[in-house]
């Protein structure tokens, strides 16, 4: 069952960036061509622009993580001893959950404080707590995936190794 979710959540993290990616491109070309060429720019494209790419960014935690790019000292594990690589890869994992787990425990906060407040964004008039709310999701996410390393890890499996036993399923 875990390797189910993670399947969906891969596939949701990866149609999400596409679209987004998709979207920024052809909204800003689009913005472009509005502004320059018939001098009637699109007030709410910059916004909209700006909130994918920030949304882009938290998914993609959980996408370096998922595939095992995430922060780590490659240096550290040439150095030590073979035996004690995997130490460091369990003390990296425990590190990354505790700051998912913080990142879901403050932007929770940080997303009800705003959505409390009421504030709406500038051009789109939409509740500026629905953009925060990615940093708890991307938290989530984040857990989601470490628990996944950590699973791995403990199998003797390298997290490339997972990943392309899913893609396999």
Excluded at 29 to 49: D, G, K, L, S, T
Excluded at 127 to 139: D, E, F
Aim: with cysteine.
């Amino acid at each position: 069952m875990f390797d189910k979710i993670d399947k969906a959540l891969s596939r949701l993290e990866d149609g999400s960036m596409i679209f987004l990616m998709a979207l920024a491109i052809c909204l800003t070309f689009v913005q472009v061509v509005m502004r320059y060429v018939f001098n009637a720019p699109i007030y709410w494209a910059e916004e909209v622009v700006l909130y994918a790419i920030i949304v882009m960014s938290f998914v993609g935690i959980s996408i370096g993580i998922r595939l095992g790019s995430h922060i780590s000292v490659d240096l550290l594990d040439a150095l030590v001893p073979e035996r004690h690589v995997s130490v460091l890869r369990l003390i990296a994992i425990v590190l990354g959950i505790l700051f998912a787990l913080a990142l879901m425990y403050f932007g929770g906060q940080l997303f009800l404080n705003t959505l409390n407040r009421g504030q709406l964004s500038p051009a789109l008039r939409i509740p500026v707590a629905t953009i925060y709310a990615i940093i708890p999701i991307a938290g989530f996410l984040s857990v989601f995936r470490y628990v996944n390393a950590l699973r791995a890890l403990l199998q003797g499996k390298s997290i490339t190794q997972s990943e392309d036993n899913l893609r396999a399923m």
